[in-house]
């Protein structure tokens, strides 16, 4: 706590000794060490008090995750898919008599962006063009066809 050497401690006696004198000097002792230990206390007691409050923070978040998981488990043990989808079909059917769920109009269909009816075909490459090699592939030549078009053509 305080960094307090030896040597100033014996300066401090010293000084207290002249000061107070030698014959008060054990009571004026007894008094500080009486207070020393009320503050001692005084401190302990606040520590325990806050140390108490930590726990029952942490406590009171044990309990309410210990309470949502105890509701999620109640509702997966009242589990009930035919209910759970008889309730959805209910309010679609309410949707629908109640006119919230609209039906497209016709002149929507005419408003839609037409779509093109076939893709554009793919362009092969002919016999002539040369074809790259895939990257860390090594080129491979097929000599028959380097024959073949060596003889079609003139030199």
């Given at each position: 706590?305080?960094?307090?050497?030896w040597?100033?401690?014996?300066?401090?006696?010293?000084?207290?000794?002249?000061?107070?004198g030698?014959?008060?000097?054990?009571?004026?002792?007894?008094?500080?060490?009486?207070?020393?230990?009320?503050?001692?206390?005084?401190?302990?007691?606040?520590?325990?008090?806050?140390?108490?409050?930590?726990?029952?923070?942490?406590?009171?978040?044990?309990?309410?995750?210990?309470?949502?998981?105890?509701?999620?488990?109640?509702?997966y043990?009242?589990?009930?898919?035919?209910?759970?989808?008889?309730?959805?079909?209910?309010?679609?059917?309410?949707?629908?008599?109640?006119?919230?769920?609209?039906?497209?109009?016709?002149?929507?269909?005419?408003?839609?962006?037409?779509?093109?009816?076939?893709?554009?075909?793919?362009?092969?490459?002919s016999?002539?063009?040369?074809?790259?090699?895939?990257?860390?592939?090594?080129?491979?030549?097929?000599?028959?066809?380097?024959?073949?078009?060596?003889?079609?053509?003139?030199a």
């Amino acid at each position: 706590m305080f960094d307090i050497a030896w040597g100033e401690l014996l300066l401090i006696g010293i000084v207290a000794l002249i000061a107070i004198g030698p014959k008060e000097l054990p009571g004026a002792l007894r008094t500080l060490g009486q207070w020393m230990g009320k503050l001692r206390r005084m401190a302990s007691e606040f520590q325990n008090q806050f140390h108490e409050a930590m726990r029952e923070a942490e406590l009171a978040d044990l309990k309410k995750q210990v309470d949502d998981m105890t509701s999620q488990a109640q509702s997966y043990a009242n589990f009930d898919p035919i209910g759970d989808v008889r309730r959805e079909l209910e309010t679609t059917q309410q949707q629908i008599e109640q006119g919230i769920v609209s039906e497209p109009s016709p002149g929507a269909a005419a408003e839609a962006p037409a779509v093109e009816a076939s893709p554009a075909p793919l362009a092969l490459p002919s016999a002539d063009t040369p074809v790259a090699a895939p990257p860390n592939e090594p080129a491979t030549v097929d000599a028959a066809a380097d024959r073949s078009d060596a003889g079609d053509k003139p030199a």
